[in-house]
């Protein structure tokens, strides 16, 4: 395997320069400092606790979260288990993301040679396939033969690809004999999606068998956020225990509503009644720790991604006053698929601004197999604290991280930046190890 991790994270951090970082416009006095001096003076604990849990639930091949930081509280807000986006991570940290790829390959298939990737069949958005490029030459500085195989239909013939970077990429067509997938004389030995199956499983991939990764019952055919969120809780109350914290500091509230139909207006008295509980237990807890802000919700789709199918809400009313193009914006999410079931999160502020405009902005924190390998901040010029960053108009800041999020530095302050991106860190990988326990319970469920 070559050089340690450590050996690689201490190169890293020797090849750094004083890189501008987003900064909190909140008091550094608050709950969030106690949270970051408890990781800070527990280390030890923390990090036998998650060798721990990893034995029992093999995390993710990869996984993405976006967090946001109220200044009086940290939390995940989404977890995705097919990240995109890995153009947009610090070029320094690629040693230990190839590390990191190694090891997880190793787990799932020590013998393997051949990868291919399957990605999202849209191929106009240049920046979902320049994080596909990005993602191909990190598997071949592992060591693998990387082909990527394309699930559109009228793919028939290999397609290349020029991208503003100056990559190519070659779209190839899946070919299928028997139980295994193809690219003509090309056999791989694992099979990474890097798709996420909102349009449901292809029939190609039915009964495949080389290994695939992640599996496919965590697709959003068959995912639900509120089913993550719920495993999440779970993790982050046996976490506080451990660390002798209010739960609720690093755990957004949440409800679910289903059976509703943004179109017809039907479902909507019950998911007033969800907005206007949660709300009400919000605004105990800010009460409780003295936040002068009012409270608000997002209500989204409980299946999907890249921002869409997501409203704010403040109060319960706003549910009844939504106007015809509120109502059909919310009633379908990727791929355009109907939305009857949504999850009600506790919105949680960002204040954290970067660059002399003070543009909003939250942190992205990446992992691969269970080791943190960079991130970035999701940056949105137009969109305030309390609102959704992942949308149009949105860019990112891919060398705000100065440090790898993993090395804490205990001779400064809890909020000194590496220690604040130590409890990034540590905040994902508790979203990431909910993601590996839902991942357990959806495969146990699909093979039954």
């Known amino acids: 395997m070559g050089r340690s991790v450590t050996a690689v994270l201490t190169e890293i ?30 280390q030890p604990q923390i990090e036998s606790w998650f060798r721990s849990e990893w034995k029992k639930s093999a995390a993710p091949f990869y996984t993405s979260v976006d967090l946001r930081n109220a200044g009086f509280k940290l939390a995940p807000v989404d977890t995705n288990l097919f990240p995109a986006g890995f153009n947009n991570l610090n070029p320094a940290f690629f040693p230990l993301s190839v590390q990191a790829i190694q090891s997880a390959v190793e787990q799932i298939c020590p013998t393997a040679c051949n990868i291919l990737i399957i990605p999202e069949s849209h191929t106009r958005n240049t920046f979902y396939l320049e994080s596909l490029a990005t993602l191909r030459k990190l598997l071949q500085h592992a060591g693998f033969v990387v082909r990527i195989g394309s699930l559109r239909e009228e793919l028939q013939t290999p397609e290349t690809i020029s991208l503003p970077s100056g990559e190519e990429i070659l779209l190839e067509p899946i070919r299928r004999s028997d139980n295994t ?3 003509d004389e090309f056999i ?27 599996p496919l019952a965590l697709g959003w055919s068959h995912r639900k ?14 976490f506080s225990t451990l660390l002798e914290i209010d739960p609720w500091l690093i755990d ?10 943004f179109k017809n207006r039907e479902g909507e008295e019950c998911l007033a009644a969800h907005v206007d509980h949660l709300l009400g237990e919000i605004r105990k807890k800010y009460e409780q720790y003295g936040v002068d802000h009012p409270p608000f919700v997002l209500v989204k789709a409980d ?4 921002g869409m199918g997501i409203m704010t809400i403040h109060d319960a009313s706003e549910i009844h006053e939504l106007n015809r193009k509120q109502r059909n914006k919310m009633a379908r999410s990727k791929g355009g698929q ?31 197999n269970h080791h943190v390998i960079g991130g970035f901040y999701r940056v949105h010029t137009s969109r305030g604290y309390n609102e959704n960053l992942n949308a149009p108009g949105m860019h990112f ?25 130590y409890a990034y860190g540590v905040i994902a990988r508790l979203a990431m190890l909910a993601a590996a326990r839902e991942g357990s319970d959806a495969v146990t469920e699909i093979a039954q």
């Open 303 to 306: 299946s999907g991604t890249y």
């Open 188 to 214: 791989p030995c694992v099979i990474l999606m890097n798709n996420d199956l909102s349009d449901g499983i292809p029939q190609i991939l039915d009964n495949i068998e080389q290994s695939i990764i992640p």
């Open 338 to 368: 109907a939305v009857s079931d949504v999850i009600i999160q506790e919105g949680v502020y960002t204040f954290e601004t970067i660059g002399k405009d003070q543009a909003v902005a939250e942190p992205v924190v990446y992992m691969m």
């Open 225 to 238: 956020k509120s089913g993550h969120f719920h495993h999440y809780s779970q993790v982050a109350a046996e």
């Open 252 to 261: 957004p509230l949440f409800e679910r509503c289903g059976e509703i139909n």
């Open 181 to 183: 997938l193809r690219l």
């Open 397 to 421: 800041e891919p060398l705000s991280f100065a440090n790898p999020l993993n090395l804490p530095d205990r001779t400064r302050e809890p909020d000194a930046e590496p220690n604040r991106f």
């Open 13 to 42: 951090m020797n090849q750094q320069q004083s890189i501008p970082v987003p900064h909190l416009t909140t008091a550094l006095t608050g709950p969030l400092r106690e949270i970051e001096s408890h990781l800070l003076d527990r």
